[in-house]
């Protein structure tokens, strides 16, 4: 067989391989879709996906606090995960966390990422306290500018929302 | 997670099936030993892979040519799909035990173990067949020397039995009935089976078979391994006999007309013994214009085989 047939097999497998490599990247996508990456927020926790869910609930919660939560946040994929911020009604930006996932952590926690980003629990910056606790087997973080008594009766209380 | 790895498998198995044909089809004739090695690896590379997957290893979601987590959630989650598939992997492991287990207990059945020989003369023709093996360069591989072995039977049989001490066996009634350049054509047949990983790489094939037994792409790749074992065998054993024509004749006198295929019973039992005989005429067929081909060759050079299977890693490692 000379040189050149057999370069010519050559070339022909080489695109072959390429072109049933591109098409079967080209269904995936096509049919399943792109998940939307990173944190999404939803409206409430009822929209959380069913793949990221139990999601956790506070049995009590300071009366200053408002629920349902502020602002709802979520992530689905490899590192599946939520957030839920409470604030103080009529406030700005949520004064507790509730939530779990693997870093990094929503920007919407602003300053409070840092306390669960850092294995050191004492980086929590101030005003703000972490504490952590399991719910359902999963690790549930609490961070709060709260006083930390009222930190460990929330993280007492959570339960899988239903 | 043990539907992601089904998936995962099942998409392995189909892709390597869809690729290899490809390949096959737009670079023909491909050489027998490449067919045959892409084929085993086709069958070992997915249960590996499964295993790298358990131990963390593999490329991300979104680097993925096939996301089997997410087909795998899309299964689980459409009821008509879950239906399909359990029927599907389902009657693969009926296929699976009914094409192991049925010819075993028949064979036993019917044969029984007939009486075995140290034949001399037999002997020395494998001692000339293996001095050109090795007068061809062919690198025999070491450990326990070759033995024939004579079966006391008038069927026609011709194979290399054992693992660990691996002998050439050849029945009486194919004594009979080949001339000595075919019987040399045939010894040199088993003697290129030793050669490229005897029985110890049928077990090995076989087992990473069982273990995707829900999977029928391996069953039918594993089908194609066995036929494209023999061809590899064929190619081999021509390249250094240099006589394809005299293996060509012996293919045909081991499976002629006389091959009893048991054909008594009624009409239906005639028909299937007579479609049979044909499957395994056609089989023949296949490998008697494969030894022929003017373009046949045995093996492919090294670096055609590394690029082979670093390709068909690539493609396998990137469906996660």
């Given at each position: 067989?000379?040189?050149?047939?057999?370069?010519?097999r050559?070339?022909l497998a080489a695109?072959w391989t390429?072109a049933l490599a591109?098409?079967l990247?080209?269904?995936?996508?096509?049919?399943?879709?792109?998940?939307?990456?990173?944190?999404?927020?939803?409206?409430?926790?009822?929209?959380?996906?069913?793949?990221?869910?139990?999601?956790?609930?506070?049995?009590?919660?300071?009366?200053?606090?408002?629920?349902?939560?502020?602002?709802?946040?979520?992530?689905?994929?490899?590192?599946?995960?939520?957030?839920?911020?409470?604030?103080?009604?009529?406030?700005?930006?949520?004064?507790?966390?509730?939530?779990?996932?693997?870093?990094?952590?929503?920007?919407?926690?602003?300053?409070?990422?840092?306390?669960?980003?850092?294995?050191?629990?004492?980086?929590?910056?101030?005003?703000?306290?972490?504490?952590?606790?399991?719910?359902?087997?999963?690790?549930?973080?609490?961070?709060?500018?709260?006083?930390?008594?009222?930190?460990?009766?929330?993280?007492?209380?959570?339960?899988?929302?239903? | 997670?043990?539907?992601?790895?089904?998936?995962?498998?099942?998409l392995h198995g189909a892709v390597s099936l869809v690729w290899m044909l490809g390949v096959s089809r737009l670079a023909k004739p491909l050489p027998a030993e490449l067919w045959m090695h892409l084929l085993g690896l086709t069958l070992v590379l997915p249960?590996?892979?499964?295993?790298?997957?358990?131990?963390?290893?593999?490329?991300?979601?979104?680097?993925?040519?096939?996301?089997?987590?997410?087909?795998?959630?899309?299964?689980?989650?459409?009821?008509?799909?879950?239906?399909?598939?359990?029927?599907?992997?389902?009657?693969?492991?009926?296929?699976?035990?009914?094409?192991?287990?049925?010819?075993?207990?028949?064979?036993?059945?019917?044969?029984?173990?007939?009486?075995?020989?140290?034949?001399?003369?037999?002997?020395?023709?494998?001692?000339?067949?293996?001095?050109?093996?090795?007068?061809?360069?062919?690198?025999?591989?070491?450990?326990?020397?070759?033995?024939?072995?004579?079966?006391?039977?008038?069927?026609?049989?011709?194979?290399?039995?054992?693992?660990?001490?691996?002998?050439?066996?050849?029945?009486?009634?194919?004594?009979?009935?080949?001339?000595?350049?075919?019987?040399?054509?045939?010894?040199?047949?088993?003697?290129?089976?030793?050669?490229?990983?005897?029985?110890?790489?049928?077990?090995?094939a076989?087992?990473?078979r069982?273990?995707?037994?829900?999977n029928p792409a391996a069953l039918v790749i594993f089908r194609m391994l066995v036929e494209a074992r023999?061809v590899a065998?064929?190619?081999?054993?021509?390249?250094?006999?240099?006589?394809?024509?005299?293996?060509?004749?012996?293919?045909?006198?081991?499976?002629?007309?006389?091959?009893?295929?048991?054909?008594?019973?009624?009409?239906?039992?005639?028909?299937?013994?007579?479609?049979?005989?044909?499957?395994?005429?056609?089989?023949?067929?296949?490998?008697?214009?494969?030894?022929?081909?003017?373009?046949?060759?045995?093996?492919a050079?090294?670096?055609i085989t590394?690029l082979a299977t670093l390709s068909l890693l690539g493609l396998l490692?990137?469906?996660?």
């Amino acid at each position: 067989m000379s040189r050149a047939a057999a370069a010519r097999r050559l070339l022909l497998a080489a695109l072959w391989t390429a072109a049933l490599a591109a098409s079967l990247y080209g269904l995936d996508r096509f049919l399943l879709g792109t998940p939307a990456r990173g944190w999404q927020r939803a409206a409430d926790p009822d929209q959380i996906p069913a793949e990221v869910r139990p999601v956790a609930a506070p049995a009590y919660l300071p009366e200053r606090l408002g629920w349902p939560p502020d602002a709802v946040l979520y992530r689905v994929g490899e590192s599946p995960g939520w957030w839920l911020g409470a604030g103080v009604t009529g406030g700005s930006d949520p004064d507790l966390w509730i939530g779990r996932g693997a870093p990094p952590a929503p920007e919407a926690l602003g300053d409070a990422r840092a306390c669960v980003e850092g294995a050191d629990p004492e980086r929590c910056p101030e005003p703000w306290h972490h504490l952590s606790g399991r719910v359902e087997g999963e690790v549930v973080h609490v961070v709060g500018r709260l006083d930390p008594g009222e930190l460990r009766r929330i993280l007492a209380g959570l339960h899988p929302r239903e | 997670m043990a539907l992601v790895l089904l998936v995962a498998n099942l998409l392995h198995g189909a892709v390597s099936l869809v690729w290899m044909l490809g390949v096959s089809r737009l670079a023909k004739p491909l050489p027998a030993e490449l067919w045959m090695h892409l084929l085993g690896l086709t069958l070992v590379l997915p249960p590996l892979l499964a295993l790298a997957r358990l131990l963390g290893a593999g490329v991300g979601a979104e680097a993925s040519l096939v996301r089997a987590d997410l087909w795998a959630a899309w299964i689980a989650a459409e009821p008509a799909v879950t239906v399909a598939g359990l029927v599907l992997v389902g009657g693969t492991l009926i296929a699976f035990l009914v094409q192991e287990v049925r010819p075993l207990l028949a064979r036993r059945r019917r044969h029984g173990r007939p009486p075995r020989r140290r034949d001399p003369a037999l002997e020395r023709v494998l001692q000339d067949v293996l001095d050109r093996f090795r007068a061809a360069g062919v690198r025999l591989p070491p450990g326990h020397r070759l033995r024939a072995i004579r079966l006391d039977t008038d069927e026609r049989i011709a194979a290399l039995e054992g693992i660990v001490e691996p002998a050439v066996v050849i029945s009486r009634g194919l004594l009979d009935v080949l001339e000595d350049r075919e019987l040399e054509a045939i010894i040199a047949h088993e003697v290129a089976h030793h050669v490229q990983g005897g029985n110890r790489r049928m077990v090995i094939a076989w087992i990473a078979r069982a273990v995707q037994a829900l999977n029928p792409a391996a069953l039918v790749i594993f089908r194609m391994l066995v036929e494209a074992r023999e061809v590899a065998a064929d190619a081999l054993a021509a390249s250094v006999t240099g006589k394809p024509a005299t293996l060509a004749s012996v293919l045909l006198a081991l499976h002629g007309p006389r091959r009893d295929y048991g054909g008594r019973g009624g009409p239906v039992a005639r028909a299937r013994h007579e479609v049979l005989r044909r499957a395994e005429r056609a089989g023949v067929r296949l490998r008697v214009e494969t030894l022929l081909h003017p373009d046949a060759r045995p093996t492919a050079p090294a670096p055609i085989t590394i690029l082979a299977t670093l390709s068909l890693l690539g493609l396998l490692w990137g469906i996660g």
